[in-house]
């Protein structure tokens, strides 16, 4: 009797185990977040402690002439705690070192990144996508531009490239124009190539470390055009231009998505160590 009883025991903890460790596991995807700000990347892109790179959702900064933005950003954020919220993980190649979000971001309990920088003329609404804030968004871009505020004051001939076109109903759909967010996507979705270029020079002098600042114009068909390096150094130059080589002949034949008309200048760096 005592042995049937054990022997029931023994499969009913036993079913229960593979019932419990065969259910679907919980999505990680956090829905908000406290971080501490390491690095501004951009006037739309952060960096936290951890190395996750964060985009803010629904507005975009312009990919040139970023500096007011960004210092703007850095000063409001830098080393500070922000909330991240309405959170979309991207899926980046499976290799990559860096997570990447897009998110909402509240600074000092009450600032909505977004909307400062909106206001000021120094972002533009991104409507790619419809998300809870984008009327709201959509108002404050509009309310800079009829008032002539930040980058929507300089005149057309020297407003960043790809905001020369100051009407929102260019905002509707990827194929009128390139925002931060979708190039600063694509070029994480391909960093990875280009580093195979450090790593198969890395064999040959493997106390290789160096960087590279590259420019190049994106023109409205997607293809990439005036590539150029604008500033590297490396402890091997020889080695070291061999990199280059290959990372400019990668990026010659990036191919982006179709645009009806308008060129954007981008640019990238690498750091190689």
Same mark, same amino acid.
């Given at each position: @009797?005592?042995?049937?009883?054990?022997?029931?025991?023994?499969?009913?903890?036993?079913?229960?185990?593979?019932?419990?460790?065969?259910?679907?596991?919980?999505?990680?995807?956090? %829905?908000?977040? =406290?971080?501490? !700000? +390491?690095?501004?990347?951009?006037?739309?892109?952060?960096?936290? @402690?951890?190395?996750?790179?964060?985009? &803010?959702?629904?507005?975009? *900064? /312009?990919?040139?002439?970023?500096?007011? *933005?960004?210092?703007?950003?850095?000063?409001? &954020?830098? #080393?500070?705690? &922000?909330?991240?919220?309405?959170?979309?993980?991207?899926?980046?190649?499976?290799?990559?070192?860096?997570?990447?979000?897009?998110?909402? !971001?509240?600074?000092?309990?009450?600032?909505?990144?977004?909307?400062?920088?909106?206001?000021?003329?120094?972002? +533009? *609404? %991104?409507? =790619?996508? %419809?998300? /809870?804030?984008?009327?709201?968004?959509?108002?404050?871009? #509009?309310?800079?531009? +009829?008032?002539?505020?930040?980058?929507?004051?300089? /005149?057309?001939?020297?407003? /960043?490239?790809?905001?020369?076109?100051?009407?929102?109903?260019?905002?509707?759909?990827?194929?009128?124009?390139?925002?931060?967010?979708? =190039?600063? =996507?694509?070029?994480?979705?391909?960093? %990875?190539?280009?580093?195979?270029?450090?790593?198969?020079?890395?064999?040959?002098?493997?106390?290789?470390?160096?960087?590279?600042? &590259?420019?190049?114009?994106?023109?409205?068909?997607?293809?990439?055009?005036?590539? #150029?390096?604008?500033?590297?150094?490396?402890?091997?130059? !020889?080695?070291?231009? @061999?990199?280059?080589?290959? !990372?400019?002949?990668?990026?010659?034949?990036?191919?982006?998505?179709?645009? *009806? #008309?308008?060129?954007?200048?981008?640019?990238?760096?690498?750091?190689?160590?």
């Amino acid at each position: @009797m005592i042995n049937k009883v054990l022997t029931f025991l023994f499969f009913f903890f036993l079913i229960e185990f593979l019932a419990t460790s065969s259910a679907p596991a919980q999505d990680s995807q956090p %829905d908000s977040v =406290l971080a501490e !700000v +390491a690095w501004v990347r951009s006037g739309t892109v952060l960096e936290l @402690m951890d190395g996750t790179r964060v985009s &803010v959702h629904g507005c975009y *900064a /312009p990919v040139m002439h970023d500096d007011d *933005a960004r210092d703007f950003t850095r000063d409001l &954020v830098i #080393e500070k705690t &922000v909330l991240l919220t309405n959170i979309q993980s991207l899926q980046m190649q499976r290799d990559s070192e860096h997570n990447y979000w897009f998110a909402y !971001v509240t600074v000092d309990d009450s600032l909505d990144l977004g909307e400062q920088l909106l206001q000021r003329g120094l972002a +533009a *609404a %991104d409507t =790619l996508l %419809d998300h /809870p804030k984008l009327s709201r968004y959509r108002q404050l871009h #509009e309310w800079a531009i +009829a008032n002539s505020l930040g980058y929507w004051g300089l /005149p057309s001939s020297r407003r /960043p490239e790809s905001w020369t076109d100051t009407s929102t109903e260019g905002l509707a759909g990827r194929q009128t124009y390139r925002s931060r967010e979708d =190039l600063t =996507l694509f070029f994480e979705q391909h960093r %990875d190539n280009l580093m195979q270029c450090y790593r198969s020079q890395r064999r040959r002098n493997p106390s290789l470390i160096g960087r590279i600042r &590259v420019q190049f114009v994106i023109q409205p068909d997607g293809s990439v055009t005036s590539l #150029e390096v604008l500033g590297s150094h490396w402890n091997d130059p !020889v080695t070291g231009a @061999m990199v280059e080589r290959c !990372v400019l002949g990668k990026t010659a034949r990036w191919h982006y998505w179709e645009i *009806a #008309e308008g060129t954007v200048r981008t640019e990238y760096s690498l750091i190689f160590r």
